[in-house]
C-alpha cells in the first residue's frame, strides 16, 4: 500500500501567518510522530500520537504550535503566529504500534519557509 | 536524556569500496534500540538497519552491517561495495525501550554526507 503522505510539499507563508500541515499515515498504523529538521541537522521530536490521544507532546516548542488527531488517521500540524525561525522541513511517521521495535515509516516532508 | 553525536559532517567514497560512519551515544539506560537513516535528496528517511541492545551479535543487511560496542557506546555504520545509490544523509539514531515518557521517541544524530563517487 502507499507510504506516509504529507501536504503540502512546501509552504510559504509570511511571519504572523497561521499554518497547517497535514500527514496521512500508512492505513492501520496507530501510532504517528511529528519531528522538526533543521537545515544540515537531525530531526528533532516534537509530538507523537497513540490513536487519537496525544501521548508525549514533550517535543513542541512553545503554544504556538499544536496537533490534532481527531478520527485516529490524519494528523494536522497547526502553527499561529509563525516566526522566521518556524521555518523548516517538518517530517511526519508513523508505526504500527507506539513500541521502541515497531519501525517508524517517515513520509517526504513539508518545508516551511516563513520570510 | 539521552544523546547521539555523529563526528563526520561529511565523507566520500569511490563505487565499489567500503566506508564507515561513526556514531557515539550517551544515555544510562540498559534497554534500547539504535538505528541507521538514510536521507537521499528526496527527504524520504528510510531505515537501513537496526540493532537491539541486548543482542551482541552486529546486525547485517546486505551490504550494510554496523559494529556495536556497548561498553563504549559505539554504533558504527559500515557500507560495503558502496553504490551511486548511496549518496545521501546517513543519521543514527536511539530509542528508548523502557517505555514511559521515552516510549516511541528516536533522538537523532547531526548526520553525515555521504558521496559516493564513480
Known amino acids: 500500500g502507499a507510504g506516509v503522505s504529507q501536504t503540502p510539499s512546501n509552504k510559504v507563508t509570511e511571519k504572523g501567518k497561521y499554518v497547517e500541515l497535514r500527514c496521512d499515515p500508512i492505513?492501520?498504523?496507530?501510532?504517528l510522530y511529528w519531528y522538526r529538521q533543521s537545515l544540515g541537522q537531525g530531526p528533532e521530536f516534537l509530538i507523537y500520537?497513540?490513536?487519537?490521544?496525544?501521548?508525549?507532546d514533550s517535543g513542541l516548542p512553545n503554544d504556538r504550535f499544536f496537533a490534532v488527531r481527531p478520527e485516529g488517521s490524519v494528523s494536522t500540524l497547526k502553527i499561529q503566529r509563525t516566526e522566521r525561525g518556524d521555518s523548516a522541513v517538518y517530517l511526519c511517521a508513523s508505526s504500527l504500534g507506539q513500541g521502541a521495535t515497531d519501525t517508524q515509516y517517515f513520509g517526504p516532508g513539508t518545508r516551511l519557509t516563513v520570510l | 536524556a539521552q544523546t547521539v553525536t555523529q563526528s563526520q559532517p561529511e565523507m566520500s567514497v569511490q563505487e565499489a569500496e567500503t566506508v564507515t560512519l561513526s556514531c557515539t551515544y550517551d544515555t544510562s539506560e540498559n534497554n534500547y534500540y539504535l538505528f541507521w537513516y538514510k536521507q537521499p535528496p528526496s527527504r524520504q528517511m528510510i531505515l537501513v538497519i537496526r540493532?537491539?541492545?541486548?543482542?551482541?551479535q552486529n546486525a547485517t543487511e546486505n551490504r550494510f552491517s554496523v559494529n556495536f560496542q556497548k561498553a563504549a557506546k559505539s554504533f558504527s555504520l559500515k557500507i560495503s561495495d558502496s553504490q551511486l545509490g548511496d549518496t545521501a544523509m546517513y543519521f543514527c539514531a536511539f530509542i528508548s525501550g523502557a517505555g514511559g515518557t521515552s516510549y516511541g521517541k528516536l533522538t537523532f544524530g547531526q548526520g553525515t554526507i555521504l558521496t559516493v563517487h564513480p
Open positions: 500520537f497513540q490513536g487519537t490521544g496525544a501521548a508525549d
Open positions: 492505513s492501520g498504523h496507530t501510532a
Open positions: 540493532q537491539e541492545a541486548y543482542k551482541q
